[in-house]
Nanobody
Framework: QLQLVESGGGLVQPGGSLRLSCAASGFTLDYYAIGWFRQAPGKEREGVSCISSSGGSTKYADSVKGRFTISRDNAKNTVYLQMNRLKPEDTAIYYC?????????????????WGQGTQVTVSS
């Protein structure tokens, strides 16, 4: 059974950092592009960052450029999202998703497999 599991969310003060992990089971991520998405209460799900299957190409939403870094370790079948200088507006449920494609793309409806999400709350 194909499964994605996010971890690493939590409560952090503004300016703090968190690292989210997305671990895959039941399939290898080698052939899958991965995206991180988030959804805040009352808002649509939006793309945060995406990475190609090889890791050679990455994309970021303008709101997180320079603060977030996406990476992947295919040997560990895991993708990461390092989030620095967090802001209250980053508060949301963060989801990882996979699509069998080499290209990095941050388009919600293109993704086939989704994790259950992890809550990130940035507050003092």
């Amino acid at each position: 059974q194909l499964q994605l599991v996010e971890s690493g969310g939590g409560l952090v003060q503004p300016g703090g950092s968190l690292r989210l992990s997305c671990a895959a089971s039941g399939f290898t991520l080698d052939y899958y592009a991965i995206g991180w998405f988030r959804q805040a209460p009352g808002k649509e799900r939006e793309g945060v960052s995406c990475i190609s299957s090889s890791g050679g190409s990455t994309k970021y939403a303008d709101s997180v450029k320079g603060r977030f870094t996406i990476s992947r370790d295919n040997a560990k079948n895991t993708v990461y999202l390092q989030m620095n200088r967090l802001k209250p507006e980053d508060t949301a449920i963060y989801y990882c998703a996979a699509i069998r494609s080499p290209q990095a793309m941050c388009v919600v409806y293109r993704y086939d497999y989704w994790g259950q999400g992890t809550q990130v709350t940035v507050s003092s």
